[in-house]
């Protein structure tokens, strides 16, 4: 996508956050679905079953890609996971920052995306699973492979 046709596009984002209009505030099903089938599984009395298994701590790291305004990535820390979460609108992101601090999170678990360098700015395996719901039909698929 050409330079201007990424400006537009960022733009037509901003505004739809702007508006309200994506402010998905609920977790979808299927998130819930595959988080407590693969990575943890909320037992009848409260507990987590651990189910994704990695060597030494049991820290686990997800990654909400295109996150909007967080959701997924609140809703990780009900199955104690560390979350995070990036997407290239910044009005979105701010959204997820106000959101995290209401239930107790630091907000810099949320970065905004540069769209022209399509980077994400972690290590190398620092994730252990990445949910991208909804997001990877609504970007050009040159942009989705990328990322």
Not at 8 to 20: A, F, H, I, P, T
Not at 55 to 74: P, S, W
Not at 79 to 97: P, Q, R
Request: a negative charge; glycine letters at 6%; proline letters at 3%.
């Amino acid at each position: 996508m050409h330079k201007e046709g990424k400006k537009n596009y960022l733009n037509e984002w901003e505004k739809s956050y702007s508006r309200g209009d994506n402010n998905i505030l609920y977790p979808q099903p299927e998130v819930i679905r595959f988080l407590n089938r693969f990575i943890r599984k909320r037992n009848n009395d409260g507990t987590l079953s651990f189910l994704f298994k990695k060597d030494g701590d049991q820290i686990i790291n997800g990654l909400d890609f295109a996150c909007g305004v967080g959701t997924h990535c609140l809703t990780f820390k009900d199955f104690d996971i560390e979350g995070y979460g990036v997407d290239i609108s910044k009005t979105a992101i701010n959204i997820a920052k106000k959101r995290s601090k209401v239930i107790g999170l630091d907000d810099n678990r949320f970065k905004a995306l540069d769209p022209d360098s399509q980077k994400l700015h972690f290590d190398d395996n620092f994730f252990d699973f990445v949910v991208a719901e909804s997001c990877l039909d609504s970007m050009p698929f040159s942009t989705a492979e990328s990322y």
